[in-house]
């Protein structure tokens, strides 16, 4: 299940999301679509996945 994370403009977004408990990991998956003039366009990326330990 996806969340909506926000919309960005710029390169190098930082993910405000909390990390996980010390000594505990997880997996972050993102998706991303193109906007043009506030509208989608085109479809959905692939899932990019991450390892995040903390």
Known sequence: MFAYLAIDTVPD???SIPLPA???GDVWRYKAIYRLHDEQVGQWS???SISVMS
Do not use: H, I
């Open 13 to 15: 977004y930082l993910d």
């Open 22 to 24: 010390p000594g505990a």
């Open 46 to 48: 692939d899932t990019a």
